[in-house]
């Protein structure tokens, strides 16, 4: 048997039990041995019973969709991968409507009909166990150089896929467009790595965020070469006042009153990414009048990106590389490490900025 975080639904159940282990990998299957499994605010929402779908026929289900494994064994018609060899397992699995476009071509992340599955999350087991089984084309081999921060690969594949958004609708201008200052809402973890991000492609790069400005969190972002803008001091609405237009913004708070309130601080032609998902609830009023008007006089772009193709993957295990090499440090700030008995304790009450749950072998 192996051990497994499971999830009940039904009966609002979250807990440490035993699974029977994988079979043997067959044809292009690869079995792993879970090293990272990372904790977001998807697993929180799950483990509170707010979100999350188990399997078809099933009443429970795995949690974790933030992997990092190791290979153990493969079947006979696996071709790119080798025993030993660090993969992290994509999200989400295609939908099997013959008509539905993106689901067709393996970009599942662009799912038409809403029928996909998510390890971890929807209709799908997820990765908190000792041993997964998952096909070649869904795991992206990791260098064994970024061991330690592979389990960042997932998260930040977020972000790759909004650069990838970015970088195409930036196509747009028919001139040289400025493409110098970016403002990034939140400091959680998919806002720093989108921080890192921005200031690795030579962005002048801004966080605004409610920690205080003489804490730790604020420090560190100091130290990538970003500024640092506290709630706490400057209103969302003032943000323009204090620190000028800005050619994008990254936001990754899901809260409505942050999003819609930063609007005024994207400068004329500029390109906006949402990324964060505010819970269902009460309609929240807001200047629509103005938004309108400013939107279309700036020639504005906002867009929602969720999930990540492969390529988002892939990208994000060289910016990983890139990151280790200019903010080593700041990196693996980022993560801490619990063993997995205290996987229930830290999805309840988080503690660093990425907690993270390892099995430790
Ligand atoms: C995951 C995505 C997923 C989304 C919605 C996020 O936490 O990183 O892969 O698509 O939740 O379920
Ligand atoms: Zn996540």
Redesign the pocket.
């Known amino acids: 048997m192996m051990r497994a975080l499971i999830v009940n639904p039904g009966k609002k159940t979250l807990r440490l039990a035993e699974r029977p282990p994988p079979r043997p990998p067959r044809n292009t299957e690869a079995l792993l041995r879970i090293l990272d499994v990372g904790i977001?605010?998807?697993?929180r929402e799950i483990a509170s019973f707010e979100?999350g779908t188990p399997p078809a026929g099933a009443e429970d289900f795995v949690l974790g969709?933030?992997a990092l494994g190791e290979v153990m064994a493969v079947g006979p018609d696996v071709t790119s991968l080798q025993v030993g060899d660090l993969v992290v397992p994509t999200?989400?699995r295609p939908c099997s409507n013959p008509r539905c476009p993106a689901c067709r071509v393996g970009r599942q992340?662009f799912c038409t009909t809403n029928e996909f599955s998510?390890r971890g999350?929807?209709r799908a087991d997820g990765y908190l166990a000792e041993q997964v089984l998952e096909e070649e084309r869904y795991l992206v081999p990791v260098p064994a150089a970024l061991r330690d921060v592979g389990v960042l690969v997932?998260?930040l594949?977020?972000v790759s896929k909004a650069a990838e958004e970015y970088s195409v609708i930036h196509t747009r201008f028919a001139f040289e467009a400025p493409k110098s200052r970016g403002l990034v809402l939140g400091a959680g973890a998919i806002g720093l790595l989108g921080a890192m991000s921005l200031r690795a492609s030579g962005f002048e790069t801004y966080v605004f965020s409610r920690e205080p400005e003489d804490t730790p969190r604020a420090a560190l972002i100091g130290s990538l070469g970003c500024h640092y803008v506290s709630s706490a001091r400057t209103a969302v609405e003032r943000l323009r006042e204090r620190i000028g237009a800005m050619d994008m913004i990254f936001e990754a708070v899901g809260v409505p009153e942050v999003a819609w309130g930063a609007l005024p601080a994207l400068a004329a032609n500029g390109i906006y990414a949402l990324t964060g998902?505010p819970a269902l609830g009460e309609p929240v009023l807001g200047d629509q009048r103005r938004w309108m008007r400013d939107i279309v006089l700036n020639n504005q772009l906002i867009f929602g990106t969720?999930?990540?193709g492969r390529s988002a993957y892939e990208q994000s295990v060289f910016r990983l590389e890139q990151f280790l090499a200019l903010f080593p440090g700041q990196l693996r700030e980022l993560i801490r490490r619990v063993p997995l008995d205290e996987a229930p304790e830290i999805i309840a009450n988080g503690r660093g900025i990425k907690d993270v749950v390892t099995f430790a072998h």
């Open positions: 977001c605010g998807t697993d979100y969709h933030e999200v989400r992340d998510e999350i929807v997932e998260p594949s977020v998902v969720v999930n990540a």
